[in-house]
């Protein structure tokens, strides 16, 4: 059972190029969401999809678009990389959104950008 | 502005000691309060959770104390083993609007054998 999947592992991009992270997952969980993980500031919220067919921002959108392409898969893409957003980025998904079951997070993709 | 802080940073404890971390939160709508443990190059993990109605949840070597009325919540680790070494988070959440996990800033936790 695979959980949640992220691709690719490592990135690197020079600044304005473009890229999609992609995520998808096989539990059949309704809600997914996108995180960057920063030294010295924990996780935070990219933009979350509550189920198949919506998306919304979180707490930094900033430079970032989503797509939910399906119940499994959510993508999320950089349009013009900066160097701040070199970082992290956690896919997680959880079974129901309105629910306090846990959040399963996939092994992240670490994005370096020049 | 981080809506939970956590503290400390870092941990160094010698195997079979206490671990322990703490965590604060000034939202009186959190409704729910993970801890995650996370290993370098893997993604965060449920650890244990609990919820404002209770004071003190356990489950095998880790408790999680909570202090409503002080808004403040821990997590201990009764005899750290090395295999503890790890960076840990505490989160909290509501069930409202996104219904995201707030993180703490992360401990990172080094037991010495």
């Known amino acids: 059972n695979a959980g949640v999947t992220q691709t690719p592992k490592f990135q690197v991009l020079k600044t304005g190029q473009s890229m999609t992270l992609q995520c998808a997952q096989d539990m059949n969980h309704n809600s997914m969401y996108w995180y960057r993980q920063d030294p010295g500031m924990g996780l935070r919220l990219i933009y979350y999809s509550a189920s198949e067919g919506t998306t919304d921002k979180g707490e930094v959108p900033n430079g970032y678009n989503v797509s939910r392409l399906n119940k499994r898969e959510f993508s999320l893409r950089l349009e013009s990389a900066a160097p701040s957003q070199t970082s992290v980025y956690f896919c997680?998904?959880?079974?129901?959104?309105?629910?306090?079951?846990?959040?399963?997070f996939g092994d992240g993709t670490r994005l370096s950008i020049l | 502005q981080q809506q939970v802080k956590q503290s400390p940073q870092s941990l160094i404890v010698q195997k079979g000691g206490i671990s322990i971390i703490n965590c604060a939160y000034e939202?009186?709508?959190?409704?729910?309060f993970p801890w995650y443990q996370q290993f370098p190059g893997k993604g965060p993990a449920l650890l244990i959770a609990i919820r404002p109605d209770v004071s003190e949840k356990k489950e095998g070597r880790f408790t999680i104390s909570f202090n409503k009325s002080a808004k403040q919540f821990s997590l201990h680790i009764m005899d750290s083993q090395p295999g503890d070494s790890a960076t840990y988070f505490c989160a909290a959440s509501y069930q409202t609007g996104a219904n995201n996990l707030f993180f703490g800033t992360g401990t990172r936790l080094t037991v010495i054998p």
């Open positions: 997680a998904s959880r079974e129901q959104f309105h629910s306090n079951q846990p959040q399963h």
């Open positions: 939202n009186t709508a959190f409704d729910y």
